[in-house]
């Protein structure tokens, strides 16, 4: 009976702790180099809570610019810690050397411009593992992970083929990995349709599914999740005064308020309704979106086709942006981009007006 692959992510805690020179480290990038200097990473030890554990695979996904290569350097061991003849490390350099020279050891595994590589050579309870970029350029190293034990496919044959690290043993590795990368990619299937972790070129698709008409390159990838996250609700009220809300919520932070044509008619008589028809549009299922932000034609573009997506049909919608205006009373508006600039103090009856009283 075979064993189960386990698969163990190198994490966040374990590089913040990890001993580092010319690299950065943060959750979003992995280890970014820094500088033209040295880089190099030295991990603690890992743990696998037995002795004599047979260590699998490391693979992990570089960026690299220029001649830069990733070296990996992998020591596995039953004792802890590693034996050191001289006195504990007082410096950060002297630190750095004892690092090296645990990893010279004839035990030791070193591979040299591979994100994929195999640890059939290293048994022990312990791992320890060293990362270093060689050459000139610039390389971003994220999503360790870490396999064990060995692949499967070898544990199913006898024993007398069973030799680690020959020719026979190696040429299986190439088809357990790729059999363990296919499994890897169905069992995470579901980020391909979760609006947080799908990527970018996979927007559009899910937008599609949903029945949204989008342009990939219409939308930022930020804005895109955004739309996919309030999508239900939006096709729920489809033809709603709130699903144009919703549409207007995810794209617009700033104040807007919608006015609907039949609203304002019969709030108005005589010949404010021919004004009402000129702002508002001349069919009662006409409204219009007012947003308080500076003039934006992309973003135009952008909720004129989005809302005319889910807006009634019958519908006309018109966008207006109100960059500094001044609002006389409920239904006069300067111009757009027209605003009243300074102060001028005036007089009524004898009475100063100044900013503690107005007109009412």
Known sequence: MTAVINKYPLGH?????????????SPEKGLVTVGSGEHIC??????????GCLWGRL???AELTGEALPVIFALAADEEPPPEDEPAPLTRQEELRA?????????ASKFVGHSDVLLYEQSGRYLWLGV???????????DFELFLPRDNFFATFPEIYRVNGDFFHRYLSIFSSLYYDLQDGIDSLDRLLDPETAPADALPV????LGIECDGDTIEEAGFRRLLRAAFGMIRAKGTREAVESILRVFVPEQFYIVEQRAAREKARGPDREVCERLYGRSPFDFTVLIHRAADERLHALLKYLIRQFAPLRAGADIVFLDNVAQLDGYTYCDINARITGFQAARLGGAMLDGARCLA
């Open 132 to 142: 270093e970029i060689s050459g000139f350029g610039a390389a971003a190293l994220r």
């Open 99 to 107: 690092w090296r020279r645990f990893f010279q050891s004839p035990a």
């Open 13 to 25: 805690s374990r590089f913040r702790s990890a001993l580092t020179e010319g690299f950065d480290w």
């Open 206 to 209: 899910l937008a599609g599914w």
């Open 59 to 61: 693979r992990f996904k």
């Open 42 to 51: 030295f991990l603690e030890k890992i743990d696998s809570g037995r002795r």
